[in-house]
């Protein structure tokens, strides 16, 4: 074994003491700016505290774990790998220092302190429809009915009914009904009423409708008298239809053999009591233009009638109903009926039913 001596071990300590001088200061004289590049894949628990964003940016940090990032900047958050960082704690993380960062494969990470709201998804499927889906939802609608081109029908009894009279008991009836389309139709009418089961009176009207708006019809044709006395034919043309809120009317002149006129207006009104029980007021007036004794009837205005029926409908189209009628004549024809010893007016009780089909 080489001994050295005391004087040559104190001179090698004093060179090794000048060559960690000199290495130190070279250390601290190094330029890190080129240092980009370098491998630290496996450099683990490095502190990056203290380093510049020009020294971390294209630094391989794609296995660097148990890193404290805590003091780091955005500034020197970007531009960093983290693709593969697992563990980290961002809990102490603020917004502006996460964005940049890749986070698509970084599992674990506690993120419990963000800003940023996480954003939800429906958990609810959205349904694929189908034609078959579609078709059962909506099925198709029919046509509409063109009513005009189709033939339809209706017919109302609007009274058939007992009256106690001064001279017996009289069954009365009125009753109407069509058969056409909404705009043209043939119109029928008929009224009249037995006395202890003798026909007094007794009229049945054909008429041809046309429509000259919604609540309206133009109607022409003739009208044939049974009773009073001998048959008589007339030629009729007048205006039907409702006003004054559901108010029916009717007025219609007559143009009849011998050159005799004649014009009748009629009305009445339903009023509901209740959605079944209904009051109907009616009225009608009679004018003529000449005196006719055979018949009793004079010029001018010849009689009215009102009356006050009250019905209740079991059905829609079926209603008994209870009322008052009251009957008066005037001028030429009240004299004609004095002459005869009737009475000019007269009010009666009523009871029948109405229907419609």
């Known amino acids: 074994m080489t001994r050295i001596s005391a004087p040559s071990a104190l001179a090698l300590i004093v060179s090794f003491s000048a060559l960690h001088a000199g290495l130190a200061s070279a250390a601290e004289e190094m330029d890190h700016s080129k240092m980009q590049g370098m491998d630290h894949s496996q450099m683990q628990g490095m502190d990056h505290s203290k380093m510049g964003q020009d020294q971390m940016q294209g630094m391989d940090h794609s296995q660097m774990q148990g890193m404290d990032h805590s ?15 697992q563990g980290m704690d961002h809990s102490k993380m603020g917004q502006d220092q996460m964005q940049g960062m890749d986070h698509s494969q970084m599992q674990g990470m506690d993120h419990g302190s963000a800003d940023a709201a996480p954003t939800t998804t429906s958990r609810t499927p959205i349904p694929v429809l189908t034609d078959a889906d579609r078709a059962a939802a909506f099925p198709p609608l029919p046509g509409h009915g063109i009513h005009d081109s189709k033939v339809n029908t209706f017919f109302l009894l609007d009274q058939l009914e007992y009256q106690d009279a001064d001279e017996g008991s009289v069954l009365s009836w009125d009753a109407s009904g069509w058969i056409g389309g909404d705009v043209d139709r043939l119109w029928l009418r008929s009224e009249g009423e037995r006395t202890n089961g003798v026909t007094e009176e007794a009229e049945v009207q054909a008429l041809w409708g046309h429509s000259i708006g919604p609540w309206w019809d133009v109607v022409t044709g003739v ?42 207006l009629e009305g009445d009104y339903d009023i509901l009591l209740t959605n079944r029980l209904i009051l109907q007021p009616t009225a009608e007036v009679n004018f003529y233009g000449k005196n006719d004794h055979e018949r009793g009837v004079g010029s001018g205005l010849a009689n009215t009638e009102v009356g006050l029926r009250l019905r209740y409908e079991i ?18 024809t009240a004299d004609m009926l004095h002459e005869e010893g009737e009475d000019r007016e007269e009010a009666r009780f009523v009871a029948g039913i109405r229907m419609w089909f």
């Open 71 to 85: 003091k780091m900047g955005q500034d020197q958050m970007q531009g960093m790998d983290h693709s593969q960082m």
């Open 223 to 264: 009208r044939q008298d049974f009773k009073p006395g001998s048959p008589q034919t007339w030629g009729a043309f007048g205006l039907q239809g409702m006003a004054l809120y559901a108010f029916e009317a009717e007025a219609t002149a007559f143009v009849g053999e011998n050159g005799q006129t004649a014009a009748r």
């Open 315 to 332: 059905l829609r189209e079926f209603a008994p109903y209870i009322g008052v009628t009251w009957n008066r004549s005037y001028g030429n």
